[in-house]
């Protein structure tokens, strides 16, 4: 029996704590279904919307995108997927299907897109509803926390890893958080070499790093002991890509796998020249939802999650601020 109403976080306004609220069930439209949520991870994302460093959201608002749970309704031209079925709901929740960039198979570019817990309501919440193609069946062999940040943290580094190339065999990762923490996995598991960048003087950051599979670990100000083919950056420090670009050889790309970064510093154009490259990764698609879940198994992908009831929200997203979290916050709901 579905209840008529939850119970849900929810954000009013920017640099305000979220008040657990009792909120109507989300209606389901005809490609919709309705999801119980067991699990939401907390990432970065919500911090820059909490923060009102991403200034357009819908207020009020019931954050989180990283979500996991089990479908209890679907609306009447639903196809995908069944009562039952558990599946998980990333950052991008819509894309209009019309536009120049969903013609050409570029939907994470959509001119129209909705954006789970940002422009539509998301999974800090007991129900939450979803469109039926933004959902993904989930592998059996992660539980529900274990399973939430592989929904942003995992498949905006997976789309991150893809665009440094796949020639390049020495990854520099910059900011070793939720993101960094799944991606280093899977690029040790492609045969890649891992040269980990944390806060200058994170030795517990570092020893994390290492026991994933780092060849190298130490501090965003030191050099790495070798030249860079490409470097990913997960640490919203404008500065980062200055030094990852300093640190690539000729030839390197460097990526920004961040919605949101400070100002990236005025630098040399002697820095940019042989050829290297800047680049920013935007949203993700569903090809790459697709692709990561099939090979996070594989690999396989040991998320190193902190559990947070739902009711505190707040506290993680303080956590992650203070950069104490190792891995991923993850939001869990009661029974």
Same mark, same amino acid.
């Given at each position: 029996?579905? =209840? ?12 305000? =704590? ?12 005809? !490609? ?12 970065? @994302? ?10 357009? =959201?819908?207020?009020?608002?019931? =954050? ?12 009447? $031209? ?12 990333? #950052?991008? %929740? ?13 939907? !994470?570019?959509? *001119?129209?897109?909705?954006? @789970? ?5 998301? %999974?800090?919440?007991?129900? @939450? ?35 440094? %190339? ?10 070793? &958080?939720?993101?960094?923490?799944? +991606? ?30 780092? @060849? #190298?670990? &130490?501090?965003? *100000?030191? !050099? ?48 940019? #020249? ?6 920013? +990764? ?18 396989? +992908? ?9 009711? $505190?929200? !707040?506290?993680?997203? $303080? ?7 190792? %891995?991923?916050? +993850? ?5």
């Amino acid at each position: 029996m579905i =209840p008529r109403t939850m119970r849900a976080m929810v954000l009013s306004s920017a640099h305000e =704590p979220m008040a657990l609220t009792d909120l109507p069930i989300p209606k389901v439209g005809a !490609n919709q279904v309705l999801i119980q949520v067991s699990a939401c991870g907390v990432c970065r @994302t919500d911090l820059h919307i909490y923060d009102g460093d991403l200034a357009e =959201p819908k207020l009020p608002l019931v =954050p989180g995108h990283e979500i996991i749970g089990r479908i209890v309704k679907v609306g009447d $031209a639903v196809t995908r997927h069944a009562v039952g079925d558990r599946v998980g709901v990333p #950052w991008l %929740g819509h894309t209009c299907g019309t536009c120049l960039y969903c013609r050409r198979h570029r939907e !994470n570019l959509c *001119d129209r897109p909705e954006f @789970t817990g940002y422009t539509m309501d998301g %999974g800090y919440a007991e129900f @939450t509803s979803a469109h039926e193609d933004y959902c993904f069946r989930i592998p059996d062999a992660f539980g529900d926390a274990e399973a939430a940040p592989l929904l942003c943290a995992g498949l905006i580094g997976y789309r991150t890893l893809r665009m440094t %190339g796949e020639q390049n065999e020495r990854l520099g990762i910059y900011g070793f &958080g939720a993101a960094a923490h799944i +991606v280093a996995q899977v690029a040790v598991h492609l045969g890649k070499r891992i040269y980990a960048f944390t806060k200058p003087g994170d030795t517990a950051g570092q020893a994390f790093a290492m026991r994933l599979g780092a @060849t #190298w670990a &130490g501090g965003a *100000d030191e !050099n790495p002991p070798t030249e860079l083919d490409a470097a990913m950056i997960f640490a919203p420090v404008g500065a980062l890509m200055l030094a990852a670009l300093r640190a690539t050889c000729k030839g390197g790309i460097v990526v920004s796998g961040g919605i949101h970064m400070s100002d990236i510093p005025a630098f040399p154009y002697r820095w940019l #020249w042989e050829e290297r490259q800047l680049r920013s +990764v935007a949203n993700l698609t569903r090809r790459d939802a697709e692709e990561f879940l099939a090979i996070a198994p594989q690999v396989p +992908v040991r998320t190193h999650v902190e559990t947070f009831p739902f009711e $505190a929200a !707040n506290v993680a997203l $303080a956590r992650l601020r203070e950069g104490a979290v190792e %891995g991923a916050a +993850v939001l869990t709901m009661g029974a």
